[in-house]
């Protein structure tokens, strides 16, 4: 694979940044300012166009004042990120690893370009621990973007 694209792709996957990403032909390359500049703009155009699911990449705090946004932070501990990483076929180190970096990478990318730390839970509308599955996880956001409408639905004459 290239590297410019591995790269990018471990970038937005892990939710993390490198800096100074080369660009063929490009003097300058293509540095993470320049990514992150790209994600806000791409992040607000696609909020701005209704009703939409995105996932990580600084979101909450580049829509923190956009009032329809509902921001969901879903969580495992430490050794369920681990187990579900060797199900996928690696070592309990190489698991424990990859858990430790990539928390370490998403903290680092919140506290360089957002100013704060990750989770920063006063961004969030609701967290949700997903060791009970992800339909678990999937009715909890329904339930929580239901009750969150119905205190927004006008009110009846009759009520």
Known sequence: MDPLVYRLFKVFAR??????LPVEGSASGFDTDQMVDLLRKVVEDVASRGNCVIVG???PFILRDHPDAFHVFVYASREEKILRIKSIGKTEKEAAQLVSEIDA???SFIRHYFGSEWPCRALYNVMINSKFGDEYVIEMILQHIAAVEKLHAPQSANA
């Open 105 to 107: 990478e998403r903290a």
């Open 57 to 59: 990449r600084g979101a």
């Open 15 to 20: 939710g993390s940044y490198e800096r100074a």
